[in-house]
């Protein structure tokens, strides 16, 4: 089990298809652990150590993933 690093919160600006996520307007909820992150403004972070992902529920269009997933699922079968 790895040690719990730094929780970030920011503006997500993409995630790739191997979850890698691209943060902006980024600060860390324990600035005196990490100090050395407090003139980060923009992070890329590897999604193999992502522990997990909150989104605001009232910021996510869910209607448009339901359909992005659903012309997926169709290409897929094609």
């Known amino acids: 089990r790895h ?9 997500l600006h ?3 298809q191997y979850l890698n996520i691209k ?3 980024i600060s860390v909820t324990d ?3 990490y100090p ?4 980060v403004k923009n992070c890329f972070i590897r999604g ?3 522990h997990y992902v909150q989104l605001p529920t ?4 869910t209607q448009l993933l339901q359909d992005a ?5 169709l290409q897929q079968k094609q």
């Open 3 to 11: 040690p719990a690093g730094p929780a970030i919160c920011g503006t």
């Open 14 to 16: 993409s995630v790739d």
């Open 23 to 25: 943060l902006t307007d």
């Open 31 to 33: 600035p005196e652990k």
């Open 36 to 39: 050395h992150m407090l003139p």
């Open 48 to 50: 193999s150590v992502v």
């Open 58 to 61: 009232d910021e996510v269009d």
């Open 69 to 73: 997933a659903r012309k997926e699922a």
